[in-house]
């Protein structure tokens, strides 16, 4: 199953741009990512899903335009342009493997934006 | 509305048993795969436990196997997580999440506010 490898801090300056990262362990290159924001004392929200080829499907519910995603080899990537105070959140990346007779759902650590 | 209320989050001794319930409203329930997924304090999250839309197809975490399991009955609209031989470690925010599934996977779209499950003596 696939290890998914997050920084645990980012920040960026109100209005600025910041890019998060979701690293996928080798051999699972072709594998898509999905981005929750978890902002604090409340339960995750879902974001958008991202393969090597760009966005899969649509974005969540109310997710501004601001959000977009890129998938590079291994990496899978959350921009955040003009960042606002309500983008303060953890961030978590997860991913599903298997089959319908084997199945894992794994997640990233989480990567705690602080908006400055 | 579209929402998912989980409900049974309690405190309890280590060794002892507890259900939680997941009551989802707003949507066709027995169109969607659920999950639970549960958070440590402070931690990220773990994926728990899946089941597909009809019930047939479980799947489990290995911290989960031989102790936690999930069901759903789609008469009431409502997923449970049946949890037994509890221990510190299983502390935790329990979520329930609904999980659209298509030909590149599932992905968790709708997440409920959470349980609190306390394991201590």
């Known amino acids: 199953q696939p290890i998914l490898t997050q920084p645990p801090s980012a920040s960026a300056s109100l209005g600025a741009s910041v890019t998060l990262t979701c690293a996928l362990s080798?051999?699972?290159?072709?594998?898509?990512v999905d981005w929750y924001q978890q902002r604090p004392g409340m339960g995750p929200r879902f974001v958008m899903r991202?393969?090597?080829?760009?966005?899969?499907?649509s974005k969540g519910d109310g997710i501004p335009g601001r959000f977009s995603v890129l998938g590079s080899g291994l990496i899978r990537f959350l921009t955040i342009k003009n960042i606002q105070e309500e983008d303060e959140a953890v961030y978590h990346c997860?991913?599903?493997?298997?089959?319908?007779?084997?199945?894992?759902?794994?997640f990233g650590g989480g990567t705690k934006l602080t908006v400055l | 509305q579209v929402r998912l209320v989980e409900s049974g989050g309690d405190l309890v001794r280590p060794g002892r048993s507890l259900r939680l319930s997941c009551a989802a409203s707003?949507?066709?329930?027995?169109?969607?795969?659920m999950y639970w997924v549960r958070q440590a304090p402070g931690k990220g999250l773990q994926w728990v436990a899946t089941?597909?839309?009809?019930?047939?197809?479980?799947y489990h975490a290995d911290s989960a196997k031989g102790r936690f399991t999930i069901s759903r009955d789609n008469s009431i609209n409502t997923l449970y997580l049946q949890m037994k031989d509890l221990r510190p470690e299983d502390t935790a925010i329990y979520y329930c999440?609904?999980?659209?599934?298509?030909?590149?996977?599932?992905?968790?779209?709708?997440w409920g506010q959470g349980a609190l499950v306390t394991v201590s003596s």
């Open positions: 089941i597909s839309n009809d019930g047939t197809n479980t």
């Open positions: 080798s051999g699972y290159s072709n594998y898509k």
């Open positions: 991202v393969g090597s080829g760009g966005i899969v499907g």
């Open positions: 999440a609904r999980a659209p599934w298509d030909k590149y996977g599932s992905y968790c779209d709708l």
């Open positions: 707003g949507f066709d329930f027995d169109h969607y795969a």
């Open positions: 997860g991913a599903d493997h298997g089959t319908v007779d084997n199945f894992v759902a794994v």
